[in-house]
């Protein structure tokens, strides 16, 4: 029997091995544009345009840097690519994830782990660093779920509360089109990269 493909080829020309992925496959501009077109909550979310995993992740780095202002441009870097492994895979909702269980599991950690060795990232962040960065992730679900999702307050209180002593004053959700995500996600990109480099 012939063996089923595992691979997606991508807009810049690089063929993505999913149970095998190597840095060497992964372009930013491949991983901006998945990421701008890709609607978090399974698109169920309000506005005339879809609330996608890079503005997700834009909103998350600026999280983690805001609880953590010290924070190193490396853990910065990882903060806005959290979620990168949805360029390829997709945005499941918390649900189905734990419905697939280990294999999607592992899938989307090989993929992260090939997009952190490829910017100069530990293919496994480490653990207070993922801690925190899941902090702001946490968060960030807060600000959706009650802003854009539908959620009542009472049940975005009970499903993702806010850690103690944490505001979310000032920190906005925007909704655009996926090009302008796209260009933004980039631009905080170059930006990171510039410091890692300096």
Do not use: C
Not at 122 to 136: C, N, T, Y
Not at 151 to 163: D, G, I, K, Q, S
């Amino acid at each position: 029997m012939a063996k089923s493909r595992a691979w997606q080829r991508m807009l810049s020309g690089r063929r993505l091995d999913l149970l095998d992925p190597t840095p060497m496959d992964i372009e930013i501009e491949d991983s901006a544009h998945g990421l701008a077109f890709v609607a978090r909550w399974n698109g169920q979310t309000r506005g005339d345009w879809a609330y996608t995993v890079a503005e997700h992740s834009l909103l998350v780095e600026e999280i983690h840097t805001r609880l953590d202002p010290g924070t190193l441009p490396q853990w910065q870097l990882a903060a806005l690519l959290h979620d990168a492994p949805e360029y390829v895979i997709g945005d499941m909702i918390s649900p189905v994830k734990a419905a697939l269980g280990r294999e999607y599991q592992d899938m989307d950690a090989r993929i992260a782990a090939a997009v952190h060795r490829r910017f100069g990232l530990p293919a496994v962040i480490p653990a207070p660093v993922r801690a925190q960065i899941k902090r702001a992730d946490r968060i960030s679900a807060r600000i959706e779920a009650e802003g854009i999702a539908g959620f009542t307050p009472a049940e975005a209180e009970r499903l993702f509360p806010l850690p103690r002593g944490v505001g979310i004053q000032g920190l906005t959700l925007r909704l655009r089109p996926p090009t302008e995500t796209r260009a933004a996600f980039l631009q905080r990109f170059a930006t990171l990269m510039r410091r890692l480099d300096g």
